[in-house]
């Protein structure tokens, strides 16, 4: 199979083909700090699309990933009392970077380095279709948001704030 020569395999490209999951492939100029806004304005999509991947840590410091609106929160507070944890954090970016194997501004959630739960925020689901990190920066795929309960077993919770 022939292989584009402007966009290389990721750990997540690679785990979706894998799984046989259809994607579409969507580079663009990256901006150091410019999060979903950037990736939104870039691709003509609208933000609450544009799904972030989190990695955060439990009381015990066990990782999870949460998905979110690229235009939302997470209220960890939420969160925390949804999965039956006493507090949840954002991790540190060298301690996500360790769990997922992708830096910041790259994470995906597919081909993760360390098995983590993944908890979707509920409403994602509804959507027609997501576009979320593809493992590098600058680099976004657009999936069927269902793929996230079926391939990454990902549970819906309900933690936005509205940014």
């Not at 997922?100 to 279709?129: C, D, H, N, Q």
Request: some cysteine; hydrophobic content about 35%.
């Amino acid at each position: 199979m022939a292989r584009k020569d402007h966009i290389s395999e990721t750990p997540a490209t690679q785990f979706l083909r894998k799984h046989g999951i259809a994607f579409s492939e969507h580079p663009y100029d990256y901006e150091e700090h410019g999060g979903t806004a950037v990736s939104a304005r870039e691709l003509g999509v609208d933000e609450h699309v544009v799904v972030k991947t989190l990695v955060m840590q439990d009381e015990a410091a066990k990782p999870l990933i949460i998905l979110m609106h690229g235009d939302r929160k997470v209220s960890t507070k939420n969160l925390a009392r949804q999965i039956g944890c006493k507090s949840v954090e954002p991790c540190k970016p060298e301690v996500a970077q360790r769990h997922s194997g992708y830096p910041v501004g790259g994470t995906s959630p597919f081909g993760t380095k360390k098995a983590m739960p993944v908890y979707v925020e509920r409403s994602i689901l509804a959507l027609g279709r997501i576009y979320i990190n593809g493992g590098r920066r600058g680099y976004l795929v657009g999936i069927d948001p269902n793929v996230l309960a079926s391939a990454l077993s990902a549970k819906p919770v309900h933690c936005a704030l509205e940014d």
